[in-house]
């Protein structure tokens, strides 16, 4: 899914992730020292709303943000698992 392999550089070169519903899906804009460095539309559902349950208010940031990057792995497993498991239903 190039959608997690886009959020997974994200994660990487930023410290905030802000986030929006949009009409296309979920916006994500990366953030560094005040200037957004990446920004995309996330058109995947599932992962859509798993990262939606990662934030607060449209934003990840602090603890919440770092757990996120240092537990991609996992998050990445689980969204991948989610998105089987509704192929298959």
């Given at each position: 899914?190039?959608?997690?392999?886009?959020?997974?550089?994200?994660?990487?070169?930023?410290?905030?992730?802000?986030?929006?519903?949009?009409?296309?899906?979920?916006?994500?804009?990366?953030?560094?020292?005040?200037?957004?460095?990446?920004?995309?539309?996330?058109?995947?559902?599932?992962?859509?709303?798993?990262?939606?349950?990662?934030?607060?208010?449209?934003?990840?940031?602090?603890?919440?943000?770092q757990?996120?990057?240092?537990?991609y792995?996992?998050?990445?497993?689980?969204?991948?698992?989610?998105?089987?498991?509704?192929?298959?239903?």
């Amino acid at each position: 899914m190039k959608e997690l392999d886009r959020l997974k550089n994200g994660l990487g070169d930023s410290h905030v992730l802000l986030y929006k519903n949009e009409d296309q899906g979920l916006k994500c804009s990366f953030v560094r020292e005040g200037m957004v460095v990446d920004s995309f539309v996330i058109e995947d559902d599932v992962l859509a709303q798993a990262l939606s349950e990662k934030g607060m208010n449209g934003v990840v940031e602090g603890s919440n943000f770092q757990m996120l990057r240092n537990n991609y792995d996992w998050f990445s497993l689980s969204v991948k698992s989610k998105k089987l498991y509704k192929e298959l239903k």
